[in-house]
């Protein structure tokens, strides 16, 4: 659906501090996907993804959505920002509508749809992210932090977007809210089959979310794969300054102590299997 | 448009005016602005000019910081230009409809606008090359005295100081706010002026309430940390003055020595 070609960034162009960010970059997002952006602070992911909605235009390499290359002349972005929906971080700063309903229908609006259809996704959405109907009519100022989170993602959602970027969604955000937003996206995706690309620095989440992982170093792409694949490299990614999911570093350890697994588990549901399947095998072996 | 706002914006640099004790940039500021005043002939505004030229090469800054500073009060220029330019009585040189310009407009247009002009220049070289501790350090100090009078100088100095430390944190959230709308389809550049007006509400209601949530959360900090605004306090970097200070004196009083000379006199 989306193909990134040889992305190249530089930011404050020809000045003092002129400053190479991203470097030939190239991956795709297909329908459905799940998509775990993770790296370092600094390693260029917030620049990378403010290219996906052309917020930012590379100055080498080209994005493809749909087949068409969005820097071509005449291509017109506002349509883009309609299909590639972009949660930032803390995006309940961004609130500012009279009320809750009114703030959700403003993106949709905003990008051709008429009141009607607009009010209906909003009304769709904000059912989704679990926001009940007493509170439509409220100023969004007079909610409490998660649920002003929830809204503005749903203020996204409601642009109907075929692929959903979001950056730290979850920073700041209790547990149970947390989880909460985290599979209501894995519902959407399912149910409307979109893309997500979730970046994070919380690595548990990824392992447990995603099903592709890309991991940026230095701006530059160092790793991609499936997560398996991915976090099961920890040297490689301590070396670079980046964690691994507690449970991996864990069963990581039970290996060394000659506990007879092949890898290590990167979930916690994964690494019970594993265990209790060992034991059995045992079990059945006495 | 509203990216690359720089008043109040410190460009780092190791040069010999950014080494100037804060007190004396401001005392040069203000004694090249009274020259301002002080010039009768505009052609003098040339020799003015080529003096805050050399001071920003002194300063290793870019002349395109110079123009920078400008963008933000182009209007007002224009303004001032335009009516000056006809509301001066005098010898009439052309007729516009039913405006007349006469040769004093003209020169009295020119003259007024570079004033502004280079006033905003001096100034945009004083943040440049000071930051705002610096900033603020100096005008307390400077002014210092009248705290015998009980004005509270040093509540002052502080306020001045915050303000100058937001303005680049105000910007910063300004481009994300712009980003993030951008992303739910607003335009900033390619629309009505009447739509453009509804879209910067959706910038300004949100900078406004983290603007009021930082300071909110800034006075708690600074309270936490037994700040009360009294007393006299040791300072992390006291102002001295140095033997560069004093060249700059001695320059600077010979300037306007010269400018008044040159104004009493009334040779040109």
């Given amino acids: 659906m989306m193909r990134i070609e040889r992305l190249g960034f530089t930011y404050s162009k020809n000045t003092v501090d002129e400053c190479r960010v991203l470097e030939d970059i190239s991956f795709h997002i297909q329908e459905g996907e799940f998509i775990g952006l993770i790296g370092s602070s600094g390693s260029g992911k917030t620049t990378l993804i403010k290219h996906l909605n052309g917020l930012l235009k590379a100055d080498s390499g080209a994005v493809y959505f749909q087949g068409q290359n969005i820097y071509d002349k005449g291509y017109v972005l506002s349509k883009l920002r309609k299909e590639v929906g972009l949660v930032f971080q803390y995006p309940e700063h961004q609130l500012f509508g009279r009320t809750v309903l009114a703030d959700v229908c403003f993106g949709p609006q905003n990008l051709g749809m008429s009141k009607e259809e607009a009010e209906k996704s909003a009304r769709d959405c904000l059912e989704l992210v679990g926001i009940n109907e007493s509170y439509y009519h409220t100023s969004p100022f007079e909610l409490s932090g998660g649920q002003k989170r929830c809204v503005a993602i749903a203020g996204i959602l409601a642009m109907q977007p075929k692929i959903l970027v979001m950056d730290e969604p979850a920073a700041g955000l209790d547990p149970e809210t947390k989880h909460m937003i985290f599979d209501l996206v894995e519902e959407i995706r399912k149910k409307r089959n979109i893309a997500i690309v979730l970046v994070s620095h919380h690595m548990e989440d990824v392992a447990y979310y995603a099903n592709k992982v890309l991991v940026l170093h230095q701006g530059r792409l160092v790793l991609t794969g499936e997560p398996e694949e991915v976090f099961t490299k920890t040297e490689f990614l301590r070396e670079i300054g980046m964690d691994v999911p507690q449970i991996t570093s864990v069963t990581e350890k039970l290996m060394k102590e000659g506990f007879p697994m092949v890898n290590p588990a990167i979930t916690v549901k994964e690494a019970e299997e594993r265990i209790l399947k060992v034991f059995r095998e045992r079990g059945g072996a006495e | ?268």
Wanted: with cysteine; proline share 3%; glycine share 6%.
């Fill in chain 2, 1 to 268: 448009m509203i990216r690359d706002i720089t008043i109040g914006q410190y460009y780092a640099q190791d040069s010999s005016i950014h080494k100037l004790d804060s007190r004396t940039k401001l005392m040069g500021v203000l004694i090249y602005i009274v020259a301002l005043f002080l010039v009768k002939n505009p052609w003098w505004y040339l020799l003015l000019f080529a003096v805050i030229l050399a001071l920003y090469r002194l300063a290793k800054v870019p002349y395109g910081y110079l123009l920078r500073g400008l963008k933000g009060i182009v209007i007002l220029l224009i303004f001032t230009f335009v009516f000056r330019l006809i509301s001066t009585p005098g010898i009439p040189v052309a007729q516009l409809w039913i405006f007349t310009i006469t040769g004093e407009g003209i020169t009295k247009a020119i003259s007024l606008t570079v004033r502004i002009a280079l006033m905003i220049i001096g100034a945009s070289l004083l943040s440049y090359t000071s930051t705002p501790r610096e900033l603020a350090d100096g005008l307390e100090k400077a002014f210092g005295f009248l705290e015998k009078i009980h004005v509270p100088i040093h509540d002052m100095a502080v306020i001045v100081m915050i303000a100058f430390r937001f303005i680049p944190i105000l910007i910063e959230e300004t481009n994300v706010l712009m980003d993030a709308q951008a992303s739910r389809g607003v335009e900033f550049e390619k629309c009505s002026v009447w739509k453009k007006c509804r879209n910067i509400f959706s910038l300004l209601l949100p900078l406004f309430l983290s603007a009021v949530r930082r300071s909110s959360d800034l006075a708690m900090a600074m309270e936490a940390r037994g700040y009360s605004g009294e007393g006299e306090t040791s300072r992390m970097y006291p102002l001295r003055y140095h033997s560069g200070d004093r060249i700059a004196y001695v320059l600077m009083f010979l300037f306007l020595a010269g400018v008044i000379v040159m104004r009493v006199v009334n040779i040109y």
